[in-house]
């Protein structure tokens, strides 16, 4: 069975720009969240869609948004990249449960110049 | 605000012996606790899960370890293999119904053969 697959894997833009990343959740989840890992720190929570709902937004500003289509692949989008903005975004996709494993992808790794 | 914290960046183990992976958080709130490992260039892979109810799990040489009072929780590998050289996320999540997991920013483990 797949697993979480993401593109691209690796991405370079510049200021200002805009990004996005895709995101194919394994068979069967239909919950996909996003993740934000900065090179030395841990994954940080941007969004959580179930059944194409909006779940969780963590605290990231407007430039970030994300939604989830019918067949529970997701898109995040970056609006006016910043160079704080490089870093390796994460999707994680879980089954119906509430608590349980996160299943993650291998991340698009964005570098803003 | 730092609420899931691994105060130890890196551990260096021999083969074969314990490695203790500490993590402590800060939110009497947090419901479920979770441990990743992360090898370069893939994305977090789940090792062992806690729910707040109980104080210890075991999957095999994994065993995690959680103490409510001092807000504690750790993660024993025994014995320890080359193969378990990685960096190592424990992850919080709050009864909030989404899969918001705070993640803390990770112990780089290495074990010598």
């Known amino acids: 069975d797949a697993g979480v697959t993401q593109s691209p894997t690796h991405l370079i833009k510049t200021r200002g720009q805009q990004v996005t990343l895709r995101c194919s959740p394994i068979s069967g989840h239909k919950s996909v969240s996003w993740y934000q890992q900065v090179l030395g720190q841990g994954p940080q929570f941007i969004f959580q869609?179930?059944?194409?709902?909006?779940?969780g937004r963590g605290n990231f500003p407007d430039r970030f948004s994300a939604r989830q289509f019918p067949n529970y692949s997701s898109e995040l989008n970056v609006n006016a990249l910043l160079l704080g903005d490089s870093a390796l975004y994460l999707c994680?996709?879980?089954?119906?449960?509430?608590?349980?494993?996160?299943?993650f992808g291998e991340g698009s790794r964005l570098t803003v110049l | 605000d730092q609420q899931v914290k691994q105060n130890s960046p890196s551990l260096s183990v021999q083969e074969g012996r314990i490695s203790i992976l500490n993590c402590d958080y800060t939110?009497?709130?947090?419901?479920?606790f979770l441990w990743y490992k992360k090898y370069p260039a893939e994305g977090p892979t789940f090792l062992i899960s806690i729910s707040s109810i109980k104080d210890k799990n075991e999957d095999g040489r994994f065993t995690v370890f959680l103490n409510k009072s001092a807000k504690h929780l750790s993660l024993h590998i025994v014995p320890s293999q080359p193969g378990d050289s990685a960096v190592y996320f424990c992850a919080a999540m709050p009864s909030s119904g989404t899969y918001k997991y705070i993640f803390g920013t990770g112990t780089r483990l290495k074990v010598l053969a």
């Open positions: 994680a996709s879980s089954s119906d449960s509430l608590t349980g494993e996160l299943f």
């Open positions: 869609y179930y059944e194409k709902e909006e779940r």
């Open positions: 939110n009497s709130m947090f419901d479920y």
